[in-house]
C-alpha cells in the first residue's frame, strides 16, 4: 500500500485507487495528481492499495479485495491483510474509490445506500447514473466506510484513464478540496435487485445494453447458445459477457432521477 498527503493537516477526504491490480486508471490519475501539487483547501490522502497484484497486472493475489472487509491483521492471505490496514488507514475519511469495469465505457457511481452524502455528491460527478449496491455489499469496503466507489470506464484504456482524472477532479473540488465549481447534472438512480447468474460454458453472449430497460420476454443474454429470457423488466447494471465467472451481472430497478437545481441567472 502506497500513501500519499497533499496539504497539512489530518485529511477526512481520501482518494484511493487499486484495489484491484488490473485496473491501473486510477493509479495513474493519483500519480498525475501528486506530479501536479494542486494547492487544496482541505488536506488529502491519496491512497493506491494492492500494489503487490498491480506490479503482476492481475485482479488479486490471494482473494479478492473487495470480498474480504473487514479483513485481518492475523491471516495468512496477502488481501485479508491488507483490507485490515486500508480501514485503519481510511478511519475518518469520505473516501473516493476508482476501479474500472469489462461491462461499460461511462462513468458511473456506486453507493451503500442513497444517504445525503451521494445526494450531495454524485449529481457533481461526471458521471451517467448512481447505483446503489447495499443489496450486494458484503465483504465491500463501501460496507465499512463512508465510500463512494466510481467506475471510470473499460479496463486497461486509455479513456478510463482520462476519466478517473476527471472524476477525482470534480469530486476533490465538489467537497471543497479543489476550489472552483463543478456542473451538476440529472442523475438517474439505480438500486441492484438480483444477480444474473450464467451457467458454465465455452461462450457467452449479451445482447442489452447496461442501464437500458430490458422488457419481459427478450432474450437478453446466452451460453453455449442456450438463451436467457427476461421473466420481468429489469435494468442491466455491470453486465457483460466474461466480466465475471459465474454471474452475467446485475438487475437493477431505477428508482428516481435527481434533478439539478435551475441555474442562477
Ligand atoms: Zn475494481
Given at each position: 500500500?502506497?500513501v500519499a498527503?497533499?496539504?497539512s ?9 487499486g484495489?484491484?491490480?488490473?485496473e491501473?486508471?486510477?493509479?495513474r490519475a493519483?500519480?498525475?495528481l ?7 483547501e ?6 493506491v492499495?494492492n500494489?503487490?497484484?498491480?506490479e503482476?497486472?492481475?485482479r488479486?493475489?490471494?482473494e479478492?479485495l ?5 479483513g485481518?491483521?492475523?491471516?495468512e ?6 483490507a ?6 481510511l478511519?475518518g475519511?469520505?473516501?473516493?474509490s476508482?476501479?474500472?469495469t469489462?461491462s ?5 457511481a456506486?453507493v451503500d445506500?442513497?444517504d445525503e ?6 449529481p457533481?460527478?461526471?458521471?451517467s447514473?448512481m447505483v446503489d449496491t447495499?443489496?450486494f455489499a ?6 465499512e466506510?463512508?465510500?463512494?466507489e ?7 484504456t486509455?479513456t478510463?484513464?482520462?476519466n ?10 465538489s467537497?471543497g478540496?479543489?476550489p472552483?465549481?463543478t456542473?451538476?447534472r440529472d442523475l438517474?438512480?439505480y438500486?441492484l435487485t438480483d444477480v444474473?447468474?450464467?451457467?458454465p460454458a465455452?461462450?457467452?453472449e449479451v445482447?442489452?445494453?447496461n442501464?437500458t430497460q430490458v422488457?419481459?420476454g427478450?432474450t437478453?443474454?446466452?451460453a453455449?447458445g442456450?438463451?436467457q429470457?427476461?421473466d ?5 447494471v455491470l453486465?457483460s459477457?466474461n466480466?465475471?465467472?459465474?454471474v452475467?451481472?446485475?438487475a ?6 435527481l434533478?439539478?437545481?435551475p441555474a442562477?441567472?
Open positions: 500500500m502506497k498527503q497533499i496539504g493537516g489530518d485529511p477526512e477526504i481520501a482518494v484511493l485507487a484495489v484491484h491490480g488490473d491501473p486508471c486510477g493509479v493519483i500519480e498525475r501528486l506530479e501536479e501539487q494542486p494547492s487544496v482541505r488536506p488529502i490522502k491519496l491512497v492499495a500494489e503487490k497484484a498491480l503482476r497486472r492481475v488479486f493475489v490471494d479478492d473487495n470480498r474480504v472487509f473487514p485481518d491483521s492475523d491471516t492471505t496477502h488481501e485479508r491483510q491488507l485490515h490496514r486500508l480501514l485503519e488507514e478511519e475519511c469520505l473516501t473516493f476508482m476501479h474500472s469489462q461499460y465505457a461511462d462513468p458511473f456506486i445506500g442513497v452524502t451521494a445526494r450531495e455528491v454524485c457533481q460527478l461526471p458521471v447514473a447495499s443489496n458484503e465483504g465491500r469496503l463501501i460496507t466506510l463512508p465510500t463512494i466510481v467506475e471510470c470506464g473499460q479496463q486497461g486509455e478510463a484513464a482520462q478517473a482524472n476527471r472524476l477525482i477532479r470534480a469530486f476533490l473540488t467537497v478540496a479543489l472552483g465549481d456542473v451538476t438517474p438512480v438500486q444474473v447468474p450464467k451457467e465455452d461462450t457467452y445482447f442489452v445494453e442501464f422488457e419481459a427478450v437478453f443474454a446466452a453455449d442456450n438463451e429470457v427476461a420481468e423488466s429489469f435494468y442491466p453486465m459477457p466480466g465475471y465467472r459465474d452475467f451481472g446485475y437493477a430497478e431505477k428508482l428516481e432521477v434533478e439539478s437545481p442562477a441567472d
